[in-house]
């Protein structure tokens, strides 16, 4: 399963990080988004607010009973060996960290799920990859810059690598063309406002502008 999953992200090559949005928007939103061409779709927790990181539950369960095989469902933000094991009970098929934590890396290996956590230094990249990391989340990359994540992927190209801070559709190719195998976009995707105001025409047209960049590549 965890192989699958892998080449869908890798195919894919976006990852709609959906941070802050209801459970009751979340199928709309996912729905918009896909037609524009973006089918994974990462559910941000909320650590500051227990019934916020219960709500993102909920998201990925409804997502993944709505979309099935459609729409690859991941958690984000996962900072501990539980809500490893209640996003993976929720349905999600790969877990996202902002950081390298090996008991969280490894709790998502033992059920067999898709790791990918957050790293910024060339140590740290290779510790969550010796650690068992799948992909490798280069955070914040838009501060970062292509430059520096191409020099990192010299001596590191062994090691699958996305971007994720401030990519947007315009700059999306140069991290790819850095090596990158994928990226995480955030709010210049899923945006928070358009998501209240039912505006999901917008939203859709938004994905399309970043699945037509990719395609360019």
Do not use: W
């Not at 990181?53 to 979309?67: N, P, Q, S």
């Not at 990192?152 to 990519?167: E, W, Y």
């Not at 990158?180 to 994905?207: H, M, P, S, Y």
């Amino acid at each position: 399963m965890s192989k699958e999953v892998i080449q869908k992200i890798i195919d894919g090559k976006i990852i709609a990080i959906i941070r802050g949005i209801s459970s009751e928007n979340i199928i709309d939103l996912v729905e918009a988004i896909s037609k524009g061409g973006v089918y994974c779709a990462e559910v941000t927790f909320d650590q500051s607010s227990a019934e916020a990181a219960r709500d993102t539950l909920v998201a990925i369960k409804k997502l993944t009973e709505h979309f099935g095989d459609k729409v690859c469902v991941g958690a984000g933000t996962v900072m501990s060996v539980e809500q490893v094991r209640l996003a993976a009970q929720a349905g999600a098929k790969y877990i996202i960290s902002p950081n390298v934590d090996d008991d969280v890396i490894a709790e998502t290996k033992r059920l067999e799920l898709v790791s990918i956590p957050g790293a910024m230094t060339a140590t740290e990249v290779e510790h969550a990859y010796a650690a068992g990391a799948d992909i490798v989340k280069l955070f914040p990359a838009g501060v970062l810059g292509a430059p520096y994540i191409k020099a990192l992927r010299a001596p590191l190209k062994h090691i699958p690598m996305t971007a994720v801070g401030s990519v947007n559709a315009a700059n999306c190719a140069e991290f790819f063309r850095a090596g990158c195998c994928g990226i995480g976009v955030g709010g210049n995707l899923v945006n928070k406002k358009l998501v209240e105001e039912g505006r999901f025409d917008e939203i859709t047209a938004a994905a399309r502008e970043y699945a037509e960049a990719i395609k360019r590549l």
